[in-house]
């Protein structure tokens, strides 16, 4: 059987490398991109400890962030389109209307 | 075996998320992406949790990237645009990647229970977590259903186009 | 039927209550008739509870209903107890029954005025804060009524506080109590010191068994006796009542002549034990009164302003009636404070009739002439002047002969002698008011002669029932001369006035000294009438050949003037100099400089908004990295 600890050394890198991908980049899909990677190794996290307790709970867990990932996807990448048609950017330099 | 698909799946994964943060072209980040969802999927399938990881296939991989790329290809940027290019940040990424994954290694496994790996087989099949779904969390449940609706009635005003009368 | 007293002041108060907070919203009439009423129940309560007082036998009074335990710290307590005995039920009796005759009044006078609502809120409160003082078991309660009337008597001074004078002579007053105040205070905290409590009656018990020395006992006395200088207006703190006469004329009659001034007189005749244990307190107190009695008299000889010179004759009676209660006729002082509530307010409420008449004017020089016009003022002012002058048979008479007659007895002849020189000057100056107003030639300004009316029967009808009242209010305290116990009045409130001594005058003495009185009263009148209706020449003669006098008199012996050269200056300049330093520079720089503070850590918080996700996502993640490294190490 593989060690669990492997799979906790993965989610850990996997996290950091979207927290890296979205200071690095300067455009707001990849960036928003990126946080789903995080998403990801959270839920890699969470299924590694249901399987080290034994119990289901860290599944259902999972299942229920995979859904609201879904909806929250929806909702963001509409308002990244309506921000393109306002700004017609999508540069994230750009939009700091929020100044002050 | 396992151990090595594990890795497989693990380097692919690891691979196609470089490749997203160093590609500037959008499609091709969506389609790395991909990759890297369904690589996941197999890792999770992995950790005897079958269900799960037909679910993230079908929405993660399938339902959400599609939005993505409907997105990209609907701004449909000509060229693509540069990463940071300035020196000290990315020294600063790199000291910074470094901390979190340590700390991040540190604290969960210190997580772990010291059983270590368990032996249970059957663990994520679809009959235990649909009756824990309905019974134990049924609240949630319920109360996804309502939030999703919300996010489709809000995604489609959002974008809706305004009459110029 | 004493079960109730504890309610006569709580139905003002709750007329009060009800004004405050619905007044303006409330028709006028319906305003007259509740606080009317409030007052009138009030009387009737009282007028139960004394005829059940008077079926009550000795052994129970004084009745006291403690209410609750207000204060209760360590060994200090004082509770919101009332008490029901004779004095307490005789003050009662005259602050509801004058209060409503005043406050029918004043729906007549001040029919036409803004604040209608406001001044009978304020009317109520007064009541109520008087009845509590006046029924209190201890100090700390009378003291709560006395601070209560202080106040009603500042907002009632400056009802009109738009006027400048008004406002000043509000606030004088308000201020000239306080030092009085202060010194009573003083005297509560060393009762409270040495015998632990406030009761009245734990009071007169320690001092029967002897808890205190007489030196301690002379200086809260005194104390407490410089506390009824400043709220009864005698020498040296009575500066404010001239002026309080800016005050609506129905509230110069029920508060400063009637019942706040009296407090005083009642709370020596309260601590009568304490007084007469000390001994030379008392001395100290009548000679006080009779000096007063005497200042003030003189000082109204030649003012003008038909108030001012009711006003002097008020300082100048309660003078009198501190003569009584310094002599140890406690008693007499009482029945002069009963006759005095009378017939001083009705010749204030006559003086308001008259000034109504005449559209406001106040000068006497103005007036004249005037008896033809007011068939129903004149009379009843000429009744409130004989009783105050003293003359036989009516209200006035009996308690200032009463007085009159302890004073001489108690062998304090100085004092006897100023009384008696008093009230010469009392029938002269009244006398005088009385021919300038209402006789002689007809010295009135032509816009006020228009207008002449008499007043409506609002005004009128309590005018003649105080009339009636001052003739045959005396009767209850008949003098030795007329038969041995027929002093109902001092009998009455014996258990409350424990007499030290009797003095028996022989009944020839008694006589003499009651025809000396009647002798000097008619004196005065005569004078009077010599000087303005015979020979209206000599006043102006004798001004013309004493100028140096009249001056003096006139400017009420600079008093003023002198207080604010000693005192009053060089607290508003110390005031001032405070002002400029401290307020303005320290506590003004403290509130603004926390906020230039606030200001400047804003700005430089503002730095860190820039308006960029990505720097605010690089502060979440480098959070979430401090956090977790605190967490695991």
Same mark, same amino acid.
């Given at each position: 059987?593989?060690?669990?600890?492997?799979?906790?050394?993965?989610?850990?890198?996997?996290?950091?490398?979207?927290? &890296?991908?979205?200071?690095?980049?300067?455009?707001?899909?990849?960036?928003?991109?990126?946080?789903?990677?995080?998403?990801?190794?959270?839920?890699?996290?969470? =299924?590694?400890?249901?399987?080290?307790?034994?119990?289901?709970?860290?599944?259902?867990?999972?299942?229920?962030?995979?859904?609201?990932?879904?909806?929250?996807?929806?909702?963001?990448?509409?308002?990244?389109?309506?921000?393109?048609?306002?700004?017609?950017?999508?540069?994230?330099?750009?939009?700091?209307?929020?100044?002050? | 075996?396992?151990?090595?698909?594990?890795?497989?799946?693990?380097?692919?994964?690891?691979?196609?998320?470089?490749?997203?943060?160093?590609?500037?072209?959008?499609?091709?980040?969506?389609?790395?992406?991909?990759?890297?969802?369904?690589?996941?999927?197999?890792?999770?399938?992995?950790?005897?949790?079958?269900?799960?990881?037909?679910?993230?296939?079908?929405?993660?991989?399938?339902?959400?990237?599609?939005?993505?790329?409907?997105?990209?290809?609907?701004?449909?940027?000509?060229?693509?645009?540069?990463?940071?290019?300035?020196?000290?940040?990315?020294?600063?990424?790199?000291?910074?990647?470094?901390?979190?994954?340590?700390?991040?290694?540190?604290?969960?496994?210190?997580?772990?229970?010291?059983?270590?790996?368990?032996?249970?087989?059957?663990?994520?099949?679809?009959?235990?977590?649909?009756?824990?779904?309905?019974?134990?969390?049924?609240?949630?449940?319920?109360?996804?259903?309502?939030?999703?609706?919300?996010?489709?009635?809000?995604?489609?005003?959002?974008?809706?186009?305004?009459?110029?009368? | 039927?004493?079960?109730?007293?504890?309610?006569?002041?709580?139905?003002?108060?709750?007329?009060?209550?009800?004004?405050?907070?619905?007044?303006?919203?409330?028709?006028?009439?319906?305003?007259?008739?509740?606080?009317?009423?409030? &007052?009138?129940?009030?009387?009737?309560?009282?007028?139960?509870?004394?005829?059940?007082?008077?079926?009550?036998?000795?052994?129970?009074?004084?009745?006291?209903?403690?209410?609750?335990?207000?204060?209760?710290?360590?060994?200090?307590?004082?509770? =919101?107890?009332?008490?029901?005995?004779?004095?307490?039920?005789?003050?009662?009796?005259?602050?509801?029954?004058?209060?409503?005759?005043?406050?029918?009044?004043?729906?007549?006078?001040?029919?036409?005025?803004?604040?209608?609502?406001?001044?009978?809120?304020?009317?109520?409160?007064?009541?109520?804060?008087?009845?509590?003082?006046?029924?209190?078991?201890?100090?700390?309660?009378?003291?709560?009524?006395?601070?209560?009337?202080?106040?009603?008597?500042?907002?009632?001074?400056?009802?009109?506080?738009?006027?400048?004078?008004?406002?000043?002579?509000?606030?004088?007053?308000?201020?000239?109590?306080?030092?009085?105040?202060?010194?009573?205070?003083?005297?509560?905290?060393?009762?409270?010191?040495?015998?632990?409590?406030?009761?009245?009656?734990?009071?007169?018990?320690?001092?029967?068994?002897?808890?205190?020395?007489?030196?301690?006992?002379?200086? &809260?006395?005194?104390?407490?006796?410089?506390?009824?200088?400043?709220?009864?207006?005698?020498?040296?703190?009575?500066?404010?009542?001239?002026?309080?006469?800016?005050?609506?004329?129905?509230?110069?009659?029920?508060?400063?002549?009637?019942?706040?001034?009296?407090?005083?007189?009642?709370?020596?005749?309260?601590?009568?034990?304490?007084?007469?244990?000390?001994?030379?307190?008392?001395?100290?107190?009548?000679?006080?009164?009779?000096?007063?009695?005497?200042?003030?008299?003189?000082?109204?000889?030649?003012?003008?302003?038909?108030?001012?010179?009711?006003?002097?004759?008020? &300082?100048?009676?309660?003078?009198?009636?501190?003569?009584?209660?310094?002599?140890?006729?406690?008693?007499?002082?009482?029945?002069?404070?009963?006759?005095?509530?009378?017939?001083?307010?009705?010749?204030?409420?006559?003086?308001?009739?008259?000034?109504?008449?005449?559209?406001?004017?106040?000068?006497?020089?103005?007036?004249?002439?005037?008896?033809?016009?007011?068939?129903?003022?004149?009379?009843?002012?000429?009744?409130?002047?004989?009783?105050?002058?003293?003359?036989?048979?009516?209200?006035?008479?009996?308690?200032?002969?009463?007085?009159?007659?302890?004073?001489?007895?108690?062998?304090?002849?100085?004092?006897?002698?100023?009384?008696?020189?008093?009230?010469?000057?009392?029938?002269?100056?009244?006398?005088? =008011?009385?021919?300038?107003?209402?006789?002689?030639?007809?010295?009135?300004?032509?816009?006020?002669?228009?207008?002449?009316?008499?007043?409506?029967?609002?005004?009128?009808?309590?005018?003649?029932?105080?009339?009636?009242?001052?003739?045959?209010?005396?009767?209850?305290?008949?003098?030795?001369?007329?038969?041995?116990?027929?002093?109902?009045?001092?009998?009455?409130?014996?258990?409350?006035?424990?007499?030290?001594?009797?003095?028996?005058?022989?009944?020839?003495?008694?006589?003499?000294?009651?025809?000396?009185?009647?002798?000097?009263?008619?004196?005065?009148?005569?004078?009077?009438?010599?000087?303005?209706?015979?020979?209206?020449?000599?006043?102006?003669?004798?001004?013309?050949?004493?100028?140096?006098?009249?001056?003096?008199?006139?400017?009420?012996?600079?008093?003023?003037?002198?207080?604010?050269?000693?005192?009053?200056?060089?607290?508003?300049?110390?005031?001032?100099?405070?002002?400029?330093?401290?307020?303005?520079?320290?506590?003004?720089?403290?509130?603004?400089?926390?906020?230039?503070?606030?200001?400047?850590?804003?700005?430089?918080?503002?730095?860190?908004?820039?308006?960029?996700?990505?720097?605010?996502?690089?502060?979440?993640?480098?959070?979430?990295?401090?956090?977790?490294?605190?967490?695991?190490?």
């Amino acid at each position: 059987m593989i060690p669990l600890t492997y799979f906790l050394i993965l989610s850990a890198i996997l996290f950091v490398l979207g927290a &890296i991908a979205f200071f690095i980049k300067k455009d707001l899909i990849t960036q928003f991109m990126s946080v789903e990677i995080m998403f990801n190794a959270a839920n890699l996290a969470f =299924l590694t400890f249901a399987k080290s307790t034994g119990s289901l709970d860290g599944q259902i867990i999972v299942f229920f962030v995979i859904t609201v990932a879904a909806a929250e996807a929806a909702v963001g990448l509409a308002i990244i389109l309506l921000l393109y048609r306002q700004k017609k950017t999508i540069k994230t330099e750009d939009i700091q209307s929020m100044k002050g | 075996m396992a151990q090595f698909l594990f890795f497989l799946l693990a380097t692919i994964c690891i691979g196609a998320v470089l490749g997203m943060i160093i590609s500037k072209d959008q499609a091709y980040n969506a389609l790395f992406l991909i990759v890297a969802f369904v690589c996941t999927g197999g890792l999770f399938g992995l950790l005897d949790a079958p269900f799960i990881a037909a679910v993230q296939i079908i929405i993660y991989a399938g339902a959400i990237m599609i939005l993505f790329i409907f997105v990209v290809m609907m701004i449909n940027l000509r060229k693509g645009l540069e990463p940071e290019k300035k020196k000290w940040t990315l020294y600063f990424a790199v000291i910074v990647a470094a901390v979190l994954v340590l700390e991040l290694v540190l604290t969960l496994k210190g997580a772990l229970e010291p059983a270590g790996s368990s032996t249970v087989a059957e663990l994520g099949s679809p009959t235990d977590l649909g009756r824990l779904l309905f019974t134990k969390y049924l609240y949630p449940f319920e109360i996804t259903s309502i939030l999703i609706i919300a996010a489709l009635v809000g995604a489609i005003v959002l974008v809706k186009k305004r009459d110029k009368a | 039927m004493t079960d109730y007293f504890w309610l006569i002041p709580f139905i003002p108060a709750l007329s009060t209550l009800i004004l405050v907070l619905f007044g303006q919203k409330l028709p006028k009439k319906y305003v007259s008739f509740q606080a009317c009423f409030a &007052i009138f129940a009030s009387f009737v309560v009282s007028l139960i509870s004394f005829f059940g007082l008077l079926q009550t036998s000795h052994e129970h009074l004084p009745i006291i209903k403690n209410l609750f335990s207000w204060i209760h710290a360590g060994s200090f307590q004082a509770d =919101l107890a009332l008490q029901l005995d004779p004095l307490s039920s005789i003050m009662t009796l005259v602050v509801t029954g004058v209060g409503f005759l005043i406050h029918v009044y004043s729906t007549g006078y001040m029919a036409d005025d803004e604040g209608y609502t406001r001044y009978f809120t304020y009317l109520n409160l007064f009541t109520f804060a008087m009845l509590i003082l006046v029924m209190g078991s201890n100090l700390v309660v009378m003291f709560v009524g006395w601070e209560g009337v202080g106040l009603c008597s500042y907002l009632l001074i400056g009802f009109w506080f738009e006027k400048h004078s008004a406002a000043n002579a509000g606030k004088k007053a308000f201020i000239v109590n306080r030092i009085g105040d202060a010194a009573f205070l003083l005297g509560i905290f060393f009762i409270f010191i040495n015998i632990g409590s406030g009761e009245f009656s734990v009071i007169n018990q320690a001092i029967g068994s002897g808890a205190i020395t007489q030196g301690l006992a002379t200086l &809260i006395a005194i104390l407490l006796f410089i506390g009824a200088t400043g709220k009864s207006a005698q020498i040296p703190l009575y500066i404010w009542l001239p002026d309080a006469m800016e005050g609506p004329t129905p509230v110069s009659a029920l508060i400063h002549a009637a019942t706040m001034v009296t407090a005083g007189v009642y709370m020596v005749a309260r601590m009568n034990v304490l007084f007469t244990f000390s001994g030379s307190a008392g001395s100290i107190v009548a000679v006080v009164g009779a000096l007063t009695a005497v200042f003030a008299a003189t000082m109204a000889l030649t003012q003008n302003d038909i108030k001012r010179v009711l006003a002097y004759s008020t &300082i100048s009676q309660i003078g009198y009636m501190f003569i009584g209660c310094g002599v140890g006729a406690y008693a007499a002082g009482m029945f002069h404070l009963y006759t005095h509530a009378f017939f001083k307010s009705l010749l204030f409420l006559a003086a308001g009739s008259v000034m109504h008449a005449l559209s406001g004017e106040l000068n006497m020089q103005k007036m004249g002439g005037l008896r033809k016009y007011l068939p129903l003022t004149y009379p009843t002012f000429l009744i409130g002047a004989i009783a105050i002058a003293g003359i036989p048979f009516l209200s006035g008479f009996f308690s200032k002969d009463a007085i009159l007659t302890s004073a001489y007895a108690s062998g304090q002849y100085f004092v006897w002698a100023l009384g008696i020189f008093g009230a010469v000057l009392t029938a002269f100056y009244m006398f005088r =008011l009385i021919f300038l107003t209402f006789f002689g030639n007809e010295r009135l300004e032509p816009h006020a002669k228009e207008h002449l009316h008499e007043s409506p029967p609002a005004m009128t009808i309590p005018l003649v029932v105080l009339a009636f009242f001052s003739v045959v209010a005396g009767y209850v305290g008949l003098p030795v001369v007329v038969g041995k116990n027929m002093d109902f009045f001092g009998r009455f409130l014996e258990p409350v006035i424990h007499k030290a001594h009797e003095v028996h005058l022989s009944l020839g003495t008694e006589w003499l000294l009651i025809l000396i009185s009647v002798a000097v009263a008619v004196t005065g009148i005569y004078i009077a009438w010599v000087f303005y209706i015979k020979n209206p020449k000599i006043p102006h003669n004798l001004v013309a050949r004493f100028p140096g006098a009249h001056k003096l008199l006139y400017n009420k012996y600079y008093v003023d003037e002198i207080y604010n050269a000693m005192f009053v200056n060089s607290l508003i300049k110390g005031s001032e100099t405070v002002y400029d330093h401290f307020d303005l520079k320290v506590i003004d720089g403290a509130v603004n400089g926390s906020a230039k503070a606030t200001n400047f850590f804003g700005k430089v918080l503002s730095y860190f908004q820039t308006g960029f996700i990505k720097d605010y996502a690089l502060i979440f993640l480098l959070g979430a990295i401090l956090l977790l490294g605190y967490l695991l190490f």
